[in-house]
């Protein structure tokens, strides 16, 4: 019954279609793992910091990220607030290789979000970078419900998304969106998403929305589960 309320649950338009499964997207950042960073990395990092800034992961809380990449955000989560309680999952081998040289050490765990292997309410807080853009559309759903579920009551979940620019910015999404949709795979199944009202549709509650323009124009969402 979600995925028919989902139908209702997209702000602004409807994400461009990808065709990509799981297994797939981890072939291609396994393939690109080596050289990701050097790519994407410094045009990404003001989404990614704001986000770090906003989570404001305390020494000693539980934290999980989804989608854990490189470990770009997670070795920098990790320097302010410790390695203990803190753990990474994806579905990338070679993108956990990497992860593992930037954070030694650190809990790196293949797995696929659609099922995380976690108990129920394990962690108190959760961070998500560029992913969901990557997901099949019916893929998008149940990975948040699997957020929400590893959340404790009240715990919080940070959420980074390629969305349409805005102004100016504009320019650099609708490019990539043309562009995208000749050859998804070439992009890694990114596509800008307008992710908010789905947060809410799937239960995370006191969700915002910031911008961050103009390198990488991205959202910043921000929500929590009900306590």
Not at 42 to 59: C, N, S, V
Request: aromatic content about 8%.
């Amino acid at each position: 019954m979600k995925q028919s309320a989902d139908e209702d649950a997209w702000q602004g338009p409807r994400p461009l279609p990808s065709f990509l499964d799981v297994a797939r997207l981890g072939e291609i950042y396994s393939r690109t793992a080596a050289f990701y960073d050097g790519v994407v990395a410094e045009r990404q990092a003001g989404p990614k910091l704001e986000a770090l800034r906003q989570l404001d992961r305390r020494r000693g809380e539980r934290f999980l990220e989804v989608g854990c990449g490189t470990g770009w955000a997670f070795s920098r989560l990790v320097a302010e607030s410790g390695t203990e309680g803190a753990c990474g999952i994806d579905v990338a081998a070679g993108m956990l290789d990497v992860a593992r040289q930037a954070v030694p050490g650190g809990a790196m765990v293949l797995a696929d979000g659609r099922q995380l292997p976690f108990a129920s309410a394990s962690f108190d807080c959760l961070l998500n970078t560029y992913t969901f853009e990557v997901l099949a559309t019916p893929d998008i759903g149940p990975v948040l419900d699997e957020c929400l579920r590893v959340l404790r009551p009240g715990g919080r979940i940070a959420v980074v998304n390629l969305t349409d620019g805005e102004g100016e910015d504009a320019v650099m999404t609708e490019d990539w969106k043309r562009r995208y949709v000749d050859d998804p795979e070439f992009f890694g199944g990114a596509r800008p998403l307008h992710l908010q009202a789905m947060l809410e549709a799937r239960g995370f509650v006191g969700v915002r929305r910031t911008y961050v323009g103009p390198a990488w124009p991205s959202e910043v969402l921000i929500g929590h589960r009900p306590g």
